[in-house]
Each structure stands twice: as structure tokens, then as C-alpha cells.
């Protein structure tokens, strides 16, 4: 059985927030003291939001978003599949799926932030460090972190 007859993949507008907490959960990215009812203005602000659900139990199993301001480049983020339907073939999915997005708006400029130890991961969709390059997060004054 291929991946596609296992999951359906499709961009979102509106998912249901209480998969969708669980899926940044599942990332180690959210915080409980966030608040969860954010999570729909997250998605709708989204470049591009994708979900995967997996076509047997009907279950949200991965997710991933894209960051762009719709004319000159994009940035893909957030992109996590539940651990027990990871290496199915679903995270690779998303991202065709996010990129597929963006190379259909005339976007051809597209970066991510790998986590340690993804890097092959994503390379298999064509992804390559960008040398010379070091990725940066602000830590300054008014941060959360």
C-alpha cells in the first residue's frame, strides 16, 4: 500500500483545534500556557497550512505550514507527524504538498530550519544547507525565550 492510500493530505483554512495542539505537542513546540483558542487565527494567517489524516481511523496524524508573503519567498515551518506514523511516508507528503503550494503561486524561493538530525529528511525533497548561512532567532528584549 502506498502512502497515498494511506492518508489523505489537503491545505486547510480551519482543522480542529484540539488535533491540532496535539500535533504541536507531539513537536515538543507548545507550551501550556499558551492559549489553544489561537490556534485557528494560526492557521487562517498561514501562507499555506496542510494536514494529514489518515485515511483508516479518520485520525489528524501530521501537519506543516508555509510563511510567505505571497509574492517572493516562503518559509516552510512547523512540520510534525505523530510519532507512531512516522517514516510512513506522510511527513513527505506534507511537504510536496506545502512546496507544491508555493511553486504554484510563483514562489520559488523556499527555506525551512531543519531540526538536528532531519537533514536527510528533507534533502529527499531537495532541500540544501545554504552555506555561508547561520540561522538566527531574536533573544532580545521583549522575547519570550
Known amino acids: 500500500m502506498s502512502s497515498g492510500d494511506k492518508f489523505v493530505v489537503m ?5 480542529d483545534t484540539n488535533a491540532l495542539a496535539m ?3 507531539a513537536g515538543g ?8 483558542s489561537e490556534i485557528p487565527r494560526l492557521v487562517r494567517s498561514s501562507f499555506a ?13 501530521g501537519m506543516g505550514r508555509a510563511l510567505s508573503d505571497g509574492v517572493s519567498d516562503a518559509y516552510i515551518q512547523d512540520l510534525v507527524v505523530l510519532p507512531e506514523f512516522r517514516g510512513s ?3 513527505r507528503m506534507i511537504l510536496e504538498k506545502l512546496v507544491g503550494v508555493c511553486l504554484s503561486r510563483g514562489i520559488t524561493w523556499i527555506a525551512l530550519v531543519a531540526e538536528p538530525g532531519t537533514a536527510d529528511f528533507y534533502a529527499g525533497s531537495g532541500f540544501v544547507p ?4 547561520v ?3 531574536f533573544r532580545g528584549k521583549g522575547s519570550e525565550c
Not at 513546540?29 to 489553544?36: A, F, T, V
Not at 497550512?49 to 496524524?61: P, W, Y
Not at 545554504?130 to 548561512?133: D, K, T
Request: proline share 3%; charged share 30%.
Open 130 to 133: 545554504m552555506e555561508g548561512h
Open 49 to 61: 497550512f496542510v494536514i494529514a489524516i489518515h485515511r483508516e481511523s479518520g485520525k489528524t496524524i
Open 89 to 91: 511516508g506522510a511527513g
Open 23 to 25: 500535533l504541536y505537542r
Open 135 to 137: 540561522p538566527m532567532r
Open 11 to 15: 491545505v486547510v483554512k480551519d482543522w
Open 29 to 36: 513546540w507548545w507550551k501550556e500556557e499558551w492559549d489553544i
